[in-house]
């Protein structure tokens, strides 16, 4: 039992994504202080308080504290469009460069005429619906 233990827990795919909870803790950590200490006190400056924690109303003796739910929403927001906009927008204009900059390559494979599943270039006969189709040109 401890052999199957040690090859679950040393697979490559379980190291991969605790090293990826342990990355994405420590991101979450860096933008949450950013949106806290950079982003927060810009929209203070703007719009005055940024704390919306007090704000709250009260109907037949309870107490609806609209306020937290006001600042878990903009910290959501905020957070959500400093990812967008300092990780996600970057890092596809990256990949549409490296993608750009690569030439397409010839398919190995063509649809079949008749069933369309994807056969090799050269055969003659499909191997999915065994109907006869042209060899394709070189």
Do not use: H, W
Request: proline share 7%; with cysteine; net charge neutral.
């Amino acid at each position: 039992m401890l052999r199957e233990f040690r090859a679950f827990v040393l697979r490559g795919n379980m190291v991969d994504l605790a090293v990826a909870v342990v990355i994405g803790t420590a991101f979450t950590a860096v933008v949450n202080a950013m949106v806290r200490d950079l982003i927060t006190p810009l929209i203070a400056a703007v719009g005055g308080n940024p704390d919306f924690g007090d704000l709250a109303f009260t109907i037949n003796g309870s107490r609806f504290a609209y306020g937290d739910f006001l600042n878990a929403l903009l910290t959501f927001l905020l957070v959500a469009s400093v990812v967008f906009f300092l990780v996600v927008k970057p890092v596809n204009a990256l990949m549409a460069a490296l993608a750009r900059g690569e030439p397409e390559a010839d398919a190995p494979t063509r649809p079949c005429p008749e069933c369309l599943s994807q056969i090799p270039r050269g055969a003659t006969r499909c191997a999915f619906c065994t109907s006869a189709v042209d060899a394709a040109p070189a």
